[in-house]
């Protein structure tokens, strides 16, 4: 694994490029992305100071890829969903090479950052926290038959309050009531065994997929991991989640937190925590042990943790933090790059 320095260098080194009022100067999105399609950038509208991030990606790899319907998918889930868990659109448009989808911009990126920040989270009040509101996520886009089918770190963006959005729907699917997806799709480690089995699967996927995230928040890896891909699938289909020992200093994991992921990693869909329904997995104890669902949707809640927020201000204050909130992405500003998307035909 990469030291977190090094790391953000690479994120970092990116050509500045200066196109009339708007800037866009930082390569934010990971490198190494495996699903991703794009490029998520930093851009800020020089008069008002106010920055966003927007997602470019070339139209000839949505052509050459096949991916029309997703990204119109994509587009559409965050246009319609109005919730406080999941990503909102400011504004999507398209010139010639590339669509973009103007976003507000996350101070603290995502949770895999901050996962690398502090090798894993020891309180579990905090991934009760961020579990709870990626549950209610999950549950509205079920509510509407849609998979999300990428349930990860780098797909959960962090809001400086420690607050958080799900976001990246690139590989988020349809589904009729009572039918059964064969696509494969999502990230290995994520993956569910009905997926890799190939013979059909459902929402149930997500739920699996919320154990893993669970898991990996709380010991730092996904249950099975191998740097060997076969040996990963192999311990996937196979396998049952290793728990550290119990006199293990470092490491102390709660039997209601046990009880959470085995029932979400549950191999047999049918019996998966979440199968019948989103509230199942809500009235869990690991999630109403240490807070009141409709406070934290109303973000009433304190928030338990403070993230670290990566994208600071310089001297000439292009990035403030502070600045950048969510509640001050304005209309004037969005219209402003609405009426200038033409700029960004000299995007690299
Ligand atoms: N609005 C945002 N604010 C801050 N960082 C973002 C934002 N949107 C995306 N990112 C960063 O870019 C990465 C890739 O974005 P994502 O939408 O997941 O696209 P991809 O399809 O490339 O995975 C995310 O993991 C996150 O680190
Ligand atoms: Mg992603």
Do not use: C
Request: glycine share 4%.
């Amino acid at each position: 694994m990469k030291a977190l320095g090094t790391y953000l260098h690479l994120r970092i080194a990116r050509l500045v490029i200066h196109a009339s009022n708007l800037l866009l100067f930082l390569l934010i999105s990971k490198e190494h992305s495996a699903g991703g399609t794009g490029k998520v950038y930093i851009v800020m509208n020089k008069e008002t100071k106010e920055v966003f991030a927007i997602k470019s990606i070339r139209k000839s790899t949505i052509i050459e890829m096949g991916l029309k319907e997703s990204i119109l998918l994509e587009k559409k889930i965050m246009q319609l969903i109005v919730h406080p868990f999941i990503m909102r659109l400011i504004s999507a448009f398209n010139n010639q090479a590339r669509i973009y989808f103007l976003m507000p911009l996350f101070p603290a990126s995502d949770l895999s950052l901050q996962l690398r920040m502090r090798h894993r989270f020891t309180d579990e009040k905090v991934v009760s926290f961020i579990i709870l509101q990626i549950a209610l996520a999950l549950g509205q886009l079920h509510a509407v038959n849609l998979i999300f089918s990428d349930l990860k770190p780098a797909n959960i963006l962090v809001e400086s309050d420690g607050y958080i959005k799900l976001a990246d729907f690139g590989l988020s699917q349809y589904l009729e009531e009572g039918d059964k997806s064969k696509s494969f799709r999502g990230s290995y480690d994520y993956m569910a065994p009905e997926i890799i089995m190939k013979k059909g699967y459902t929402k149930a996927v997500d739920w699996w997929a919320l154990g893993i995230l669970v898991y990996e928040l709380i010991i730092g890896i996904p249950p099975f991991y191998h740097v060997n891909l076969n040996q990963s699938v192999q311990r996937i289909l196979n396998s049952n989640a290793k728990w550290p020992a119990k006199e293990n200093p470092h490491y102390k994991v709660s039997p209601i937190a046990i009880n959470f992921i085995e029932r979400l990693l549950d191999k047999n869909p049918l019996t998966r925590l979440g199968a019948s329904s989103t509230e199942e997995v809500l009235q869990h104890d690991f999630l109403t042990q240490y807070y009141d669902v409709s406070d934290v949707f109303k973000k009433e809640a304190p928030s338990p943790w403070k993230p670290h927020i990566f994208f600071q201000v310089n001297q000439e204050g292009l990035i403030d933090p502070q600045t950048v909130q969510e509640s001050k992405v304005s209309i004037a500003s969005m219209k402003f790059v609405m009426a200038n998307h033409d700029l960004f035909d000299e995007f690299d």
